[in-house]
């Protein structure tokens, strides 16, 4: 019998990185690909591209065709509308809408076309901001989210409460994975709209590059929990083949942003120094979650440290930034 894994959102940071690890762990191993497995990497583009570009899965007719032509036993699905604090703070409703209508169709497709198992892609921005730490899978809707992402966060959120049911009405295999901030090759660096790590290695960059200030946007203060996109993908891989429950993935250690930004300008090379542009949003302090139980069943999982990750993909950056999604 042959898996057909489908992977929505294949052509982004976590798709690309769960491409990474299954062509590159080896073949039969914990993490490599397996002799009667199909990989499929979908992007938007699979879908009519005479309409728009990011249309097909909030399209159900077009989630359909992809669905009867590729057949997919098992789905990895990340295709969703993303991007950091402050494009989230801009277009809470489009994040909110498209998300949801994103979401309604590979579920219910899945649902449609019998397949086996579905891992879906929270996030921890979706945990309550106001509630007792660590944060778990079990108080995910025990009070409102961070106000500025609330549109993602509740779209999210919807992922959960239709796991449930579809799984109570019609007995589908269907769970989700809650990652915390997650970075590496094949990041989006766009200066405005992405998360804070590519979004500082682009700008530490320029700096670098044209002698420019390189600027910190908040006070530096907040915590955040990052993920290697490379070892969120072995995590993704491991739970579709061995686990069918929710799960929150990622480094317990917390870093502050000015942590970060240090890192940023060691990993660039940047010899100047930055300032902190603190008429720009901090967001949520912090979000931390907790990954005990999931590295209790995983057993011997190693995270890359973050500075070699950090390393690895300003390595990739650079090397690749005439490509890069800018
Ligand atoms: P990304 O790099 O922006 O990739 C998004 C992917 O979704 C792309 O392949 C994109 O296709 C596809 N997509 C977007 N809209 C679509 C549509 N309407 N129809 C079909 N495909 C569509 O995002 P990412 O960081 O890899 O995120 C993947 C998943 O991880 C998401 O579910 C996100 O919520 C979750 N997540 C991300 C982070 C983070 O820090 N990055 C943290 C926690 C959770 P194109 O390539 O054609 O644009
Ligand atoms: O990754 P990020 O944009 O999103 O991080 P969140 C925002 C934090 O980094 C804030 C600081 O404290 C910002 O002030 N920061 C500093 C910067 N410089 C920059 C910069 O140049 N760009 C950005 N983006 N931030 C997101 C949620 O929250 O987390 C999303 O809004 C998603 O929905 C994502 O869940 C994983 O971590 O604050």
């Keep these: 019998m042959s898996t057909v894994i489908l992977v929505t959102g294949g ?15 080896p073949a039969g191993s914990r993490f490599g690909k397996r002799p009667n497995e199909k990989w499929i990497f979908a992007s938007s ?8 570009r990011l249309i097909l899965f909030r399209d159900p007719e077009q989630t359909r065709k992809l669905y009867e032509k590729y057949q997919p036993t098992h789905v990895i699905h990340l295709a969703a509308l993303v991007g950091g604090l402050f494009k989230n703070m801009k277009y809470k409703l489009t994040f909110l809408r498209d998300n949801i209508l994103i979401n309604d169709n590979i579920l219910h497709s899945s649902y449609q076309h019998k397949t086996q198992k579905l891992v879906s892609c929270l996030s921890t921005c979706v945990f309550p901001d106001k509630v007792e730490y660590p944060l778990t899978e079990l108080n995910i809707h025990n009070g409102p989210p961070h106000e500025s992402n609330f549109g993602y966060a509740h779209a999210k959120r919807m992922v959960d409460v239709q796991n449930h049911a579809y799984k109570e009405e019609f007995g589908c295999n269907f769970t989700s994975a809650i990652p915390t901030n997650v970075f590496g090759p094949h990041d989006n660096y766009d200066l405005e709209d992405s998360h804070v790590i590519p979004g500082l290695i682009h700008k530490c960059y320029l700096a670098k590059k044209n002698n420019t200030p390189f600027v910190v946007s ?3 203060k907040p915590l955040r929990q990052f993920i290697y996109s490379r070892d969120l ?21 917390e870093v502050s942003i000015k942590e970060v930004a240090d890192a940023i300008v060691k990993a660039v090379g940047f010899q100047g120094s930055y300032t902190f542009d603190t008429s720009r949003a901090d967001g949520q302090y912090r979000k931390p979650a907790s990954n005990k139980k999931l590295l209790s069943l995983i057993g011997d999982f190693k995270f890359t440290p973050f500075e070699e990750a950090l390393d690895e993909s300003v390595k990739w950056f650079l090397e690749n930034y005439d490509a890069a999604r800018i």
């Design 218 to 220: 908040g006070t530096g």
């Design 233 to 253: 993908a072995k995590l993704f891989i491991w739970q579709l083949r061995e686990y069918d429950d929710v799960r929150a993935f990622g480094e317990d250690e």
């Design 45 to 52: 583009s699979e879908g009519d591209l005479r309409l728009n």
């Design 11 to 25: 052509t982004g940071l976590v798709g690309k990185a769960i491409e990474y690890v299954i062509e590159n762990e």
